[in-house]
């Protein structure tokens, strides 16, 4: 019965023979996809800035019994997205089967000081590095005939709080970004969906983490009284980017503890 068990599992969820690209996946949030892709079979490619983090996370996968690799590159221009696309490929040994757009940058000043350059590099990063890789790997997705792609939003995606300012627009977007995508490829097999979180501790929400009475209020606010945690994304991420969500695209799947409904 055992082997019944686990080869229907597999059937679902396995990742085996599939390559995946992960941005920021050198920590918090991607780096926990990351390293559940890899540990269900997937080769991954981890694409983030800083080079020590990211030999630190290929070794973690790797020392798990993963396959993974990295490229350090710039999400925040053009240029940087392309080059480190195709450095990924030449990483991964061809195109990547799983997207998942982890990447991000949480600049939020008051409204009234935002500025046009942190409006800038906030979409570059936030929108237009998720909408680059998209045009990038989609299409060869869909003449492939298989293809997940997956980004990572926000809470302000859908609520503004905290200052929300230029962060929540671009989440937003990027969520809808996700249902044009779907829209685009999903009828040739390829599912576009987006991981909303609540408050995750993780090095994007250091700001916040540092005042532990908004820590405490936030936990307060979920129905299962705790923040949340990177490892908290590794099972959904998994069903996202396996077989099994081949009926689930254009979603918002929110993995917040219960934080968006109460």
């Known amino acids: ?5 686990v080869a229907y599992l597999d059937q679902l969820f396995s990742l085996s023979g599939r390559k995946a690209l992960v941005t920021g996946g050198s920590s918090g949030i991607g780096r926990a996809i ?3 892709l890899a540990r269900a079979g997937a ?3 981890v694409v983030a800035r800083r080079e020590a983090e990211l030999k630190e996370t290929v070794d973690e996968l790797t020392g798990l019994g993963g396959t993974a690799t990295w490229v350090s590159g710039d999400l925040g221009s053009r240029e940087g997205v392309r080059a480190a696309a195709e450095a990924a490929v030449e990483a991964l040994g061809g195109e990547p089967d799983i997207v998942v757009n982890s990447a991000g940058i949480n600049l939020r000043p008051p409204l009234s000081d935002l500025t046009d350059e942190v409006w800038d590099r906030t979409m570059a990063v ?6 680059l890789l998209g045009q990038r790997f989609g299409p060869g997705m869909a003449e492939r005939g298989f293809g997940r792609i997956i980004h990572v939003t926000s809470q302000q995606a859908h609520r503004a709080f905290v200052q929300s300012g230029a ?3 671009s ?5 809808s970004l996700a249902r044009s995508q779907a829209e685009a490829w999903s ?5 576009v969906n987006t991981l909303v979180p609540g408050f995750v501790m993780t090095p994007l929400n250091e700001r916040l983490s540092a005042d532990p009475d908004r820590v405490a209020d936030l936990a307060a606010r979920t129905l299962v009284g705790r923040n949340g945690l990177p490892e908290d994304f590794e099972g ?3 069903f996202l980017a396996s077989p099994a969500s081949a009926y689930v695209t254009g979603q918002a799947v929110f993995v917040d503890g219960g934080f968006s409904v109460h």
């Open 236 to 238: 959904a991420a998994v």
């Open 43 to 45: 080769s991954v490619v």
């Open 167 to 169: 962060y929540g627009v």
């Open 171 to 175: 989440k937003g977007a990027l969520e």
């Open 126 to 131: 936030n929108l237009e590095a998720p909408f």
């Open 34 to 36: 990351a390293r559940a």
């Open 187 to 191: 009828p040739y097999g390829v599912t």
């Open 1 to 5: 019965m055992r082997a019944a068990v």
